[in-house]
Every structure is written in structure tokens, then in C-alpha cells.
């Protein structure tokens, strides 16, 4: 049971660059989620998943997109990355109803120079 | 939109002693929750304490505590006898408690412990 992982965990891309970033879970979490943490200014929601094929918009979504074809995983995808995408992002997951407990990745740290 | 408030960048305790961390919330909403989140230089996020708002008890968790002032809209953690191992950046989170599980995140306090 590995929980939830991400890949990869370092990334340095250009400007303009397109890239994937991997989230996979083997808990048949229903909720999954991606978040942006950049100093002082804590974790912030980009865009969030309620089961398959149920993708929403979070706080800061502008610049990714996201898919949710199996239960399994979450990819979030940047198209023509930008020095502002320079962040630290998490995945996490959640049963989902009532359940209050959320399992974060390991993070995933994306520098665009 | 709610928003999360943690008024304090950094704080610093002596090993064994007790620290109080700050939060604040703002919501419209009668029912909700509450977290405090640790994030060690590993980068994990590690769920510390959580308090359900229907309960007029405060959440504890071994060490850890809360003062959750419902009225006043706070939610302070705090830490006794303090250890090493304590030292990370604490995250203040609140989730509303209807359909979904986003949640909302303060900027963090860093608390450093001194031996």
C-alpha cells in the first residue's frame, strides 16, 4: 500500500515548457486534489476531483488543467509554464463524505526559469 | 470565501516549555472544521489536532491542544513541553463541512525550538 504517490519529486523547466505532474493513489480515495504552496502564503487550492470523470476549479486554477479518467489517478498538467508556477505542489486524497481525513503526497517541487 | 489567518511568521520556544500558536478564520457558515497541519523540512504534511465546530469541547491530542473560540472565530494550538522534534512550519486549515473536502490554509507559522 503505497498511499499517495507523486512524480516526479524535482522539476526545472523554461519558459513556455509543457509538463505533467503525476499523482497516484491506491486507496480508492473518491476525493483528490492539487495545491500550490508558496511562501507566506500557505497551500492553495488549484483544481479538485470528486470522483471519476468529476473534475471543479479551486482558488488558483488559472494555468493548469486536470483530469480524472480512473479512480486512481489525478495528473495536473501545465501547458506554457511560467516563472509565477514556480511552487511546491501537493496531491491529496480523501474517502470522501463524511470523512474528515485528507493523505497528502510527498510533494512534487517545479522551478520555471 | 473564508480566509485563514495566522498572524504569527515565526515563534520560538525552549525545549520543554509551552508555545501558543495563532489562528483565525472567517466564515459565514455554522458548521465546519478545523485543522493544524505540521510540515517538517521533509516536506510532509502531517495532520496534528482537528476540531469538529458543533463541539463545544476542545480537541487534545497528547501535547497538543486547542482553544477553539467559536464566537471569536479563533482556533489557537498549543504545544506542551515541547521537543526537538516539534520544530517545523504549522499550518492552520478550516474545511467546510457540506459537500467537497477543499480546503482553505493560513500561511504558516515556522516554530523553531531551542535546547
Known amino acids: 500500500n503505497a498511499g499517495v504517490t507523486q512524480t516526479p519529486k524535482f522539476q526545472v523547466l523554461k519558459t513556455g515548457q509543457s509538463m505533467t505532474l503525476q499523482c497516484a493513489q491506491d486507496m480508492n480515495h473518491e476525493y483528490m486534489s492539487w495545491y500550490r504552496q508558496d511562501p507566506g502564503m500557505g497551500l492553495r487550492l488549484i483544481h479538485y476531483s470528486v470522483g471519476a470523470g468529476i473534475t471543479d476549479q479551486g482558488e488558483v486554477p488559472n494555468g493548469y488543467n486536470v483530469s480524472r479518467s480512473t479512480t486512481e489517478d489525478f495528473p495536473l498538467r501545465l501547458l506554457s509554464a511560467a516563472p509565477s508556477q514556480t511552487s511546491v505542489y501537493f496531491c491529496?486524497?480523501?474517502?470522501?463524505?463524511?470523512?474528515?481525513?485528507?493523505?497528502f503526497g510527498p510533494g512534487t517541487r517545479l522551478t520555471v526559469t | 470565501a473564508q480566509t485563514v489567518t495566522q498572524s504569527q511568521p515565526e515563534m520560538s520556544v525552549q525545549e520543554a516549555e509551552t508555545v501558543t500558536l495563532s489562528c483565525t478564520y472567517d466564515t459565514s457558515e455554522s458548521d465546519y472544521y478545523l485543522f493544524w497541519y505540521k510540515q517538517p523540512p521533509s516536506r510532509q504534511m502531517i495532520l496534528v489536532i482537528r476540531q469538529e465546530a458543533y463541539k463545544q469541547q476542545n480537541a487534545t491530542e497528547n501535547r497538543f491542544s486547542v482553544n477553539f473560540q467559536k464566537a471569536a472565530k479563533s482556533f489557537s494550538l498549543k504545544i506542551s513541553d515541547s521537543q526537538l522534534g516539534d520544530a517545523a512550519m504549522y499550518f492552520c486549515a478550516y474545511r467546510s463541512a457540506g459537500y467537497g473536502n477543499k480546503l482553505v490554509f493560513g500561511a504558516g507559522t515556522i516554530l523553531r525550538v531551542k535546547s
Open positions: 491529496a486524497t480523501s474517502l470522501g463524505g463524511s470523512s474528515l481525513e485528507q493523505y
